[in-house]
Nanobody, 130 residues
């Protein structure tokens, strides 16, 4: 069973940085697609960044050039480095994983769609003040 645990959230001022971590149960390794998603207060969940099994990445336009997704399989950990944070980045951040074999041929168009991921962490809160 896949288990995901996020950490690293907190409160920062605009322009600051945070690094989120997502540790998995060790059964994912390089065979799962993974992603970071966020849910701002009162809004739906949206894709932020994704990484495929071949390490290709994709970012939401709103975070391109500011956020970096990376993966350390030896540590069973997914990261999201967030720089130049803005108040509009305030949200609960979730990591997600999916075996993705059913949709990997369309990875680029589907990787930021929350409905494609079947395994989720509990979330970590990020708050950015102006």
């Amino acid at each position: 069973q896949v288990q995901l645990v996020e950490s690293g959230g907190g409160s920062v001022q605009a322009g600051g940085s945070l690094r989120l971590s997502c540790e998995d149960s060790g059964y994912i390794a390089s065979s799962y697609c993974m992603g970071w998603f966020r849910q701002p207060p009162g809004k739906g969940r949206e894709g932020v960044a994704a990484i495929g099994t071949d390490r290709r990445t994709r970012y939401a336009d709103s975070v391109k050039g500011r956020f970096t997704i990376s993966q350390d399989n030896a540590k069973n950990t997914l990261y999201l480095q967030m720089n130049s944070l803005k108040p509009e980045d305030t949200a609960m951040y979730y990591c997600a994983a999916d075996a993705c074999f059913r949709w990997y041929s369309n990875w680029y168009s589907r990787s930021l769609n929350p409905s494609k991921y079947r395994n989720w962490g509990q979330g970590t809160q990020v708050s950015v003040s102006s």
